[in-house]
């Protein structure tokens, strides 16, 4: 099995979670993931990430190795480019 690319793993979130921004990079097995959803208003970080695992499925133990993301909602997200 080869290993996933970046595109891969955004088009994996995309796939299974309503997204209005996804970047990421990594390495085929370690990834870094910005992730910008209305679905995670009012959730708190387990949650969110609970949401993106969820979209990964059985991936994120099989290809993935380890996966750092930032879970923000739209305006959380417009907020951070404003700054």
């Not at 390495?27 to 910005?34: E, K, L, Q």
């Not at 970080?45 to 923000?72: F, P």
């Amino acid at each position: 099995m080869s290993l996933p690319t970046p595109e891969q793993v955004r088009q994996y979130i995309a796939d299974g979670l309503s997204c209005t921004h996804i970047e990421v990079s990594g390495d085929g097995s370690h990834f870094d993931a910005v992730i910008v959803s209305e679905a995670f208003a009012g959730k708190r970080l387990i949650a969110r990430h609970q949401l993106v695992y969820a979209a990964l499925g059985t991936r994120m133990h099989a290809e993935i190795h380890a996966l750092s993301m930032s879970t923000l909602t739209p305006q959380e997200y417009a907020s951070r480019q404003a700054n």
